[in-house]
């Protein structure tokens, strides 16, 4: 496990788009594995601003998200599909059918989840995958208490979860109680693991989650037992790492 530290948001960021960068420019065919929320759209925007420079190509690349909302139309300004088109596929050269989110609109969620498994398996497992962590330790919308070998799942969210993304909806009513997400297993199996952080909120659970008992109820723990785990996070993710084991921090 590496762990970098940036200075601020930005720094992290491009610190993060550095090592995707570095991926794609010796490996044109990775499969990447991305994430939504806050925490990456800096990366995004610096991935753009070097295609855009003309430093990367991302035309032979495929990509699978985490996750998805349940019941989200694709056009809802809060659905993952949404959020990877508007943040990063539509300013970059990525042809839209080599790229992948689940379809939280599917009438069999059973069927839908195979099917991701599916699409993963058949691009060979995922090459780098991008990760965030929630504020309960989730990775992906892997709560807490779920068995570490699930593949793609329906999961019901946790309220802390609910609560803490109901800043991007009207209210909290509105935040989908449901999401499908890619399980422990498949991010387990990516061959290289990106996890970014910022933020003071989220240096408790970094810490626990790196250096705390490997636990279902810390579902980011797992992260541990991984070979090939980089962690790029600001000083205020660090705070609590940088406390008890500043050892760790390269
Ligand atoms: C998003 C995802 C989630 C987020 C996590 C942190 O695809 O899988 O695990 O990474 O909820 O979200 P932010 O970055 O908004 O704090």
Redesign the pocket.
């Given at each position: 496990m590496k762990i970098i530290s940036a200075p601020d948001y930005q720094s992290m960021s491009r610190k993060a788009a550095n090592i995707i960068s570095a991926q794609v420019i010796l490996f044109p065919d990775s499969v990447l594995g991305?994430?939504?929320?806050?925490?990456?759209v800096g990366v995004y925007k610096q991935l753009i601003n070097w295609f855009e420079k003309g430093d990367i190509d991302f035309s032979r690349i495929h990509s699978v998200?985490?996750?998805e909302y349940c019941g989200l139309p694709v056009e809802h300004e809060q659905s993952?599909r949404y959020y990877m088109d508007h943040n990063f596929f539509n300013h970059v050269n990525v042809p839209k059918a080599n790229t992948n989110v689940p379809n939280g609109l599917a009438k069999d969620f059973d069927a839908e989840c195979r099917r991701y498994d599916k699409v993963i398996a058949q691009l060979g497992g995922i090459d780098l995958q991008l990760?965030?962590?929630?504020?309960t330790g989730?990775?992906?919308?892997?709560e807490p208490d779920e068995d570490f070998d699930k593949t793609t799942h329906c999961v019901k969210l946790k309220q802390q979860?609910i609560e803490?993304?109901s800043r991007f909806f009207a209210n909290e009513d509105e935040v989908p109680k449901y999401a499908l997400?890619m399980g422990i297993k498949a991010i387990m199996q990516a061959k290289k693991l990106l996890l970014i952080?910022n933020?003071a909120d989220?240096a408790e659970i970094l810490y626990r989650s790196l250096f705390g008992p490997i636990t279902p109820s810390v579902p980011a723990s797992i992260l541990q037992l991984h070979n090939d785990v980089t962690i790029v996070a600001d000083e205020e993710a660090l705070s609590v790492i940088r406390e008890k084991c500043p050892e760790a921090i390269g």
């Open positions: 991305l994430a939504t929320g806050s925490t990456p998200n985490l996750d993952y990760l965030g962590i929630g504020h989730h990775i992906g919308f892997n979860t803490a993304n997400t952080a933020g989220k």
